[in-house]
């Protein structure tokens, strides 16, 4: 249990820096979809190419995982249309309940509880997709 510790206190910092970086905040990712605000753009933006120089970094340090294999990122098939139907629902979701899955346990630690009803919707959502993902297209 004691190695996971570090997983814990890097989720409180990232708990930490959302809030105070307002990324949690509804009203500013109602900003963001209505193309009011630059705020949530630089933030989503910086976290991507953040991404990809860490992967780079890491593909060049060759570093390992936890369980000491090569770290890889697997290469995905080129579909245009399910990215867009996938990205559609999941934005759509987004606008709806005004967070994205990353900060949605970080809402009840700010004691917004009725993002409660959000995380059981995505957790019964993700329930039904594991009974259907066999027969759903991949």
């Known amino acids: 249990m004691g190695k996971y510790i570090k997983f814990f206190v890097v989720g409180i910092v990232?708990?930490?820096?959302?809030?105070?970086?307002?990324?949690?905040?509804?009203?500013?990712?109602?900003?963001?979809?209505?193309?009011?605000?630059?705020?949530?753009?630089?933030?989503?933006?910086?976290?991507?190419?953040?991404?990809?120089?860490?992967?780079?970094?890491?593909?060049?340090?060759?570093?390992?995982?936890?369980?000491?294999?090569?770290?890889?990122?697997?290469?995905?098939?080129?579909?245009?249309?399910?990215?867009?139907?996938?990205?559609?629902?999941f934005g759509l979701g987004w606008a709806l309940c005004g967070a994205c899955p990353g900060p949605m346990y970080i809402l009840i630690g700010t004691g917004a509880f009725s993002i409660l009803i959000v995380i059981a919707a995505a957790l019964l959502g993700t329930y039904v997709y594991g009974l259907l993902k066999d027969k759903l297209p991949h």
């Open 14 to 89: 990232f708990g930490i820096v959302l809030v105070k970086s307002e990324a949690v905040s509804w009203y500013r990712i109602y900003e963001m979809f209505k193309f009011q605000s630059f705020h949530m753009y630089g933030i989503i933006g910086s976290a991507v190419v953040t991404g990809i120089l860490l992967i780079l970094l890491s593909k060049r340090l060759k570093l390992k995982t936890i369980e000491g294999s090569q770290l890889r990122v697997p290469l995905k098939d080129k579909g245009f249309t399910r990215y867009i139907i996938g990205g559609s629902i």
